[in-house]
């Protein structure tokens, strides 16, 4: 691997493959063929007797602390492996993209006055194709809202130069999330990724040099054809970068990829089930040994506090084609297509594709369920967003977690077992992709 123009060799005695072992001990197989069985029932079961209603608006708007996901629906070219569809970059549209996002936002501010805005995300496609549009979104932002909160933005390492990465700092983005994939470049070709490690390696340095206040790199796991020293090489390679913190993905196998269809044609293999815990287990091993804490059940940070991904919040509304809003107790989408989205937003209308309003029992299922993803949950803030008590109004539903030692009850907060976490990866992914391919296509 070549960083700053010098080769670098990484001694394989420091990675220790057999290193999961020691925390986890591994799931029989009998165990597996129940936790999946489990595991799509709890899914089914949650979200596939939603209703959803094409002609449902946003109207009383009832939260305390908002988070605003501006998505950049543009990419240079469309990832094999991706799971969110994007348009081909064209500077004429991004234009008139930019005028009907103006517009959203100031819909939106109308309908969410005296709520203030906590934090501001730009979410991929790749916001990194038009920085100074970012700028102008977020100083709007700040004109039509009560905005005093942090911005993040997501990065395509082929877009971090200079100048890109000036135009940001200059505008107020204090967090950076920059999308890796591996350092591995046979696995960056199998997945179709546009660039190469060297790339990703002077894109982080770069990132660096601007004096980001929080930068996050993604990684990805269980991909085609990789092997446990693949991943404890990518690990190895991105915690002596010393970044913030390092997000790492499973690979959610979605049918309208490249990578799908590459895998059911046999032309390349994905890891087993099984492999694919070990190596998750072998992340959070290998990470909490090298200072990075468990923020999320796909993040480590050396500062938890200072990052969380687009659609972590717990109330957001999303702006732009295919954004989703979770805002109380409702759920929306914006409609997919980039040409409805401006004509709709031309004509001063907010372009919902269509939304839901969940009763109470599985607004609190749901958002449970969201929060877990920060591997545990706070009994407090449950009580204070339904003024009741978790424990009373979820009770079967926990108990059958306790009763599988999925769950523990520590010090306010329901938290998830060594257990636990496998499981929650698995049922997270399970959630994707019952919910994506719904809302995702264009
Ligand atoms: C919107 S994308 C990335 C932003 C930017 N466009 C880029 O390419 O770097 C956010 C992250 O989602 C993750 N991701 C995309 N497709 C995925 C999939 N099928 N399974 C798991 N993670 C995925 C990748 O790690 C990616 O960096
Ligand atoms: S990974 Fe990023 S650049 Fe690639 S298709 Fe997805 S959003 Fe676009």
Not at 234 to 251: F, G, M, R
Not at 325 to 337: I, L, Q, R
């Amino acid at each position: 691997m070549i960083l700053n123009g010098e080769r670098i060799f990484l001694e394989r005695s420091v990675i220790n493959s057999n290193l999961y072992k020691r925390v986890f001990k591994p799931l029989s197989k009998k165990n597996h063929v129940i936790s999946e069985r489990i595991i799509k029932r709890l899914v089914s079961r949650t979200f596939d007797n939603i209703k959803y209603s094409s002609s449902f608006k946003i109207n009383d708007i009832n939260c305390k602390n908002l988070s605003i996901n501006v998505r950049i629906p543009f990419c240079r070219s469309q990832c094999d492996f991706c799971l969110f569809r994007s348009n081909p970059w064209n500077p004429r549209l991004a234009e008139s993209y930019l005028q009907a996002v103006k517009e959203e936002l100031k819909i939106y501010s109308n309908l969410l006055k005296g709520i203030k805005v906590s934090t501001v995300y730009f979410s991929g496609g790749t916001p990194t194709l038009m920085p100074e549009g970012v700028a102008e979104i977020l100083e709007q932002i700040k004109q039509l809202y009560e905005f005093d909160g942090e911005s993040s933005i997501e990065a395509n390492p082929l877009d971090i130069n200079d100048k890109t990465l000036s135009k940001l700092i200059d505008s107020g983005i204090e967090n950076i999330s920059i999308g890796i994939q591996s350092f591995n470049d046979e696995i960056l070709a199998i997945i179709g990724r546009g660039h190469e490690s060297r790339i990703a390696l002077n894109a982080i340095k770069r990132a660096k040099n601007h004096g980001f206040k929080h930068i996050n790199i993604d990684l990805m796991f269980a991909l085609p054809e990789q092997n446990l020293e693949d991943l404890e090489y990518d690990l190895k390679t991105a915690t002596d970068l010393e970044v913030s913190s390092i997000s790492t993905y499973p690979l959610i196998l979605v049918p309208y990829s490249e990578v799908y269809d590459a895998v059911k044609g046999g032309l390349i293999k994905l890891p087993s089930v099984r492999k694919e815990h070990s190596m998750y287990k072998t992340i959070i091993n290998f990470l909490s040994d090298t200072g990075y804490q468990m923020s999320a059940l796909w993040r480590f940070s050396k500062d938890p506090g200072g990052y969380c991904g687009p659609f972590e919040f717990n109330d957001f509304i999303g702006i732009g084609p295919n954004a989703w809003s979770v805002v109380d107790k409702t759920f929306s989408v914006n409609t997919p297509s980039l040409t409805d989205y401006i004509k709709t937003l031309t004509s001063g209308r907010l372009p919902i594709l269509k939304g839901t309003l969940f009763p109470l029992k599985k607004a609190m299922k749901i958002w449970f369920l969201r929060n877990l993803y920060h591997v545990k949950v706070s009994k407090d803030e449950f009580r204070e967003r339904f003024n009741s008590e978790i424990k009373k109004e979820l009770k079967w539903f926990l108990r059958m977690l306790f009763i599988f030692g999925l769950l523990k009850d520590e010090e306010g907060y329901l938290s998830l077992t060594n257990k636990g976490l496998l499981y929650a990866s698995d049922v997270t992914k399970c959630i994707a992709l019952k919910l994506l391919p719904n809302f995702l296509i264009i």
